[in-house]
């Protein structure tokens, strides 16, 4: 039997207008498969219902990748592409696998010969380094930085070195509730000329990408508590 196909399907980062930030493609194939696997069924289904799948919602079946699966729950997780159906993956990261727990499955998908389609959608990641005006050309995105205040500041000038040795944009993000501890982090470690861009709310209507120095950030503090944002740093 031939396996079905696994759709890394993208979300969107946060409450706004569908139509506006995943194509009408990726819409139609979400609506047609009755076969997810998501990180958190709730909020799946909010999206599942504003995409307007073709199944009734109450009869799709949605199974859970979060950072709790063990990898031998991988292969279950599998199960049905196996058996010729096509599925759905859905991250809450906004693109599925990166910075996401589904890269495992991803990775697994291919050790099946399972074949894996990526779809279209907004990733923070790369609309932030678009608009960013740092080095496009060579970038490293990290995840999260430590939470222990001496360890992240070690890591801040790890990077802040590693940008300037390699010509490199350093890419990293926080939980939304720790973005002023890492932010006061940032401009009481860095050089004062070193160019620091803070995107917050992409792609919604609060949207916000800034860069400045990390001399002129210390004069206009940006308003990013409790907001999704990410960090991108160019020495």
Request: include cysteine; aromatic fraction near 6%.
């Amino acid at each position: 039997m031939e396996s079905g196909i696994l759709y890394l399907i993208p979300t969107t980062l946060g409450e706004s207008d569908i139509t506006s930030v995943i194509p009408e493609q990726v819409r139609r194939i979400a609506a047609s498969l009755d076969t997810f696997i998501v990180e958190h069924p709730k909020t799946a289904r909010h999206f599942l219902k504003q995409i307007g799948t073709d199944s009734p919602l109450q009869e799709l079946t949605l199974l859970t990748l979060d950072e709790h699966t063990k990898p031998a729950q991988l292969t279950e997780l599998l199960k049905p592409l196996l058996e010729g159906k096509n599925v759905g993956l859905l991250s809450e990261a906004g693109c599925p696998a990166v910075a996401d727990p589904g890269a495992s499955l991803v990775k697994l998908a291919h050790e099946k010969n399972i074949k894996v389609v990526p779809l279209v959608g907004p990733s923070s990641i790369l609309l932030a380094l678009m608009a960013s005006g740092l080095n496009g050309q060579r970038f490293a995105f990290h995840g999260y930085l430590p939470a222990d205040r001496q360890e992240r500041v070690k890591k801040i000038l790890e990077l802040e070195v590693e940008s300037r040795k390699l010509d490199q944009t350093q890419l990293f993000i926080e939980t939304p509730y720790r973005n002023l501890q890492l932010f006061e982090s940032l401009i009481q470690t860095c050089d004062i000329h070193t160019r620091l861009c803070i995107g917050t709310d992409i792609t919604l209507a609060s949207e916000s990408i800034i860069t400045k120095t990390i001399s002129e950030w210390r004069k206009t503090p940006p308003e990013i508590h409790k907001k999704p944002s990410i960090f991108l740093l160019y020495s």
